[in-house]
């Protein structure tokens, strides 16, 4: 958090986005405020959190929005893609489903935002290997091929939450 009064530098817009129960708004309460919940509900509409953090020096505010995987929940596209210059695309490691619909989501991503958004494809509840339904070489290579970032992460065990912000942030400066 910046002290009252802290000089921000930069103000940056992140969307999630992904199939519904992915993980998505756990994944924005693990970054923004440490906190993770099991009995998570489902989005509805809109919601965003804030953290400042430093980067090279700077003080920057990543505004993270986070919106309902389902249809029905959904608030209006074009405005939730307004002004982002990051993307988490999300999936679940142990649904199959979840990774077969990364490309509609790439599709609707890259027809609504900024062509120079920073896109990271995330495999997340990585924690649940036992029940993993993705293998990390078939994502890893399906990132390779579309030009993302590419990393699993666990929003219960706090694994890898940081890095894939971090990671969207340092590339967009
Ligand atoms: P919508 O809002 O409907 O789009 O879903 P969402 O993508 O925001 O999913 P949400 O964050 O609400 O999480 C769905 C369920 O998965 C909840 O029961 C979470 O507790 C659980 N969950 C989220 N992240 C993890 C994780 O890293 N590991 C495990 N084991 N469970 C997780
Ligand atoms: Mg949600």
Redo the contacts with the bound molecule.
Sequence with gaps: MAAVGEKIDYVFKVV?I????????????RFARDE????????IGVEFQTRTLVIQHKSVKAQIW?????ER?RAVTSAYYRGAVGALL?Y?ITKRQSFDHIPRWLEELRSHADKNIVIMLVG?????EDQRAVSTEDASEFAQKENLFFLE?????A?NVETAFQTVLTEIF
């Design positions: 999630l992904g199939d519904s129960a992915v993980g998505k708004s756990q994944i924005l309460a993770f919940s099991l009995d998570s509900k489902a989005t986070d919106t309902a995987g389902q929940y999300v679940d997340n509840k990585s924690d649940l992460t666990s929003a219960l065990e694994r």
